[in-house]
């Protein structure tokens, strides 16, 4: 409530003592916020990225989507990474856990990575698939209509049908797994 200010004024250090009690009783979803409290600077704290680190890292060991994508993200950002050195295997392990479990922006992501083939081989059988699953997650979180994602579709006039075909089979074929602290958008 004091992250949002719902009901009280918006508080970013109280709300970081709040998610600190929580995170250190192992709250997942409490280590994921707190995480974000020291990475993105707000009402003039200061980030401590490898800080963050750390929260995500609780909070990803268990199960927690959300924070795996960051913990991803934390690996792949240039410049050494986001408190951590730059790594791209790293990242791809946790994108793909978090992708493992429907998190939409991490089948997005992936998607993105294996389009341009930034870091890994470019591969876009696999990028078609993961932007036609994470299309498929944004219709059913949004209610919005097939499409809204249009990165497949893009991405799909550039293939042959046979490679589309691939594609949709994968996405058809990939089954995500539920885990303690599964996806939330």
Same mark, same amino acid.
């Given at each position: 409530m004091y992250a949002d200010g719902k009901g009280v004024r918006e508080d970013?250090? /109280?709300? $970081?003592?709040?998610? $600190? $009690?929580?995170?250190?009783?192992? #709250?997942? =979803?409490?280590?994921?916020? /707190?995480? =974000? $409290?020291? /990475?993105? +600077?707000?009402?003039?704290?200061?980030? #401590?990225?490898?800080?963050? +680190?750390k929260w995500y890292r609780k909070a990803a060991d268990q199960g927690h989507a959300e924070a795996q994508f960051a913990l991803g993200l934390c690996y792949e950002k240039e410049n050494g990474g986001w408190g951590v050195p730059r790594d791209m295997t790293e990242a791809m392990k946790w994108f793909h856990k978090s992708a493992a479990q429907g998190y939409e922006d991490a089948e997005n992501r992936l998607g993105i990575i294996y389009e341009v083939g930034a870091d890994v081989p470019e591969d876009k059988v696999e990028a078609y698939k993961w932007y036609r699953l994470a299309g498929a997650q944004h219709q059913v979180r949004s209610g919005e209509k097939p499409g809204v994602k249009i990165s497949a579709d893009e991405l799909g006039r550039t293939m042959t049908p046979g490679q589309r075909a691939e594609g949709e089979r994968r996405a058809r074929e990939f089954k995500p797994a539920k885990a303690p602290g599964a996806a939330r958008q």
């Open positions: 970013w250090p /109280l709300a $970081r003592k709040w998610y $600190r $009690r929580a995170a250190e009783q192992g #709250d997942a =979803d409490a280590q994921c916020r /707190l995480a =974000d $409290r020291y /990475l993105f +600077v707000m009402q003039g704290e200061k980030s #401590d990225k490898p800080e963050a +680190v």
